[in-house]
């Protein structure tokens, strides 16, 4: 089955700075992938996701992720972090089997701004 | 992309008592999805919930503890039963559409 690894749990940057999220995958073929925001207290926010195509994605709150085969990597970047990133942050890819087309998680990264 | 409501947003049970969540979406959907979030962890599939069939489950969860219901295409029920401490999480629903995953808002139960 497919799955994702976040290696960074924990994350501190200082607002202003630039941001970088690692997310590894583990499939054989192109595989769709997300990155998904949680603030506390809140839902699930859709950043982007890579189908195929470009492998450099643009999504919205200024964030890009950029997809490398030869890595199996689908990092998130930011170029310059706000306090309101502060937040969760989940990589997922789709999971295609009988039961249906579901998304598999990585753990997590959890980001915090310094001001 | 698809809009779901999903309620109760959150609730405080008893131990051994069972707590329904309902998830309607506004368009009709094949496949529901219904996740787990414990305390600081990431997001775990429950089970996947297809109109008509039963609901399919992954490892570690079973329909006894997490009856599902799908009546129809857009709508879908979760009861998670004989509630202990351990089931304070939150619980997501989900759909897929053309564009990706819409999920709802979830709900925070606390199992006192």
């Known amino acids: 089955a497919q799955s994702v690894t976040q290696p960074d749990i924990h994350i501190t940057v200082s607002e202003g700075a630039s941001l970088e999220l690692r997310c590894n995958y583990s499939?054989?073929?192109?595989?769709?992938l997300f990155w998904y925001v949680q603030s506390p207290g809140q839902g699930l926010q859709l950043l982007l996701k890579?189908?195929?195509?470009?492998?450099l994605v643009q999504g919205i709150k200024g964030f890009e992720a950029e997809f490398k085969r030869s890595q199996s990597s689908f990092n998130l970047r930011k170029p310059s972090v706000h306090w309101s990133d502060a937040a969760e942050y989940f990589c997922?890819?789709?999971?295609?089997?009988?039961?249906?087309?579901?998304?598999?998680f990585g753990g997590g990264t959890r980001l915090m701004v310094k001001p | 992309s698809a809009v779901i409501s999903q309620k109760p947003s959150r609730d405080i049970c008893q131990r051994g008592t069972s707590l329904t969540i309902q998830c309607q979406v506004d368009?009709?959907?094949?496949?529901m999805f219904w996740y787990r979030q414990q305390p600081g962890q990431s997001l775990t599939l429950i089970a996947t919930?297809?109109?008509?069939?039963?609901?399919?489950?992954e490892s570690g969860f079973v329909i006894d503890k997490f009856p599902i219901s799908r009546p129809n295409l857009t709508f879908s029920t979760l009861t998670v039963s004989n509630l202990s401490p351990e089931d304070s999480s939150i619980y997501l629903c989900?759909?897929?559409?053309?564009?990706?995953?819409?999920f709802g808002s979830g709900t925070r139960l606390t199992v006192v």
């Open positions: 989900s759909v897929g559409t053309g564009n990706g995953y819409t």
């Open positions: 499939y054989g073929a192109t595989p769709y």
């Open positions: 890579y189908f195929s195509g470009d492998t």
């Open positions: 997922a890819v789709v999971n295609f089997n009988n039961a249906g087309n579901m998304l598999t």
């Open positions: 368009s009709q959907v094949t496949m």
């Open positions: 919930a297809n109109q008509g069939s039963e609901a399919t489950y």
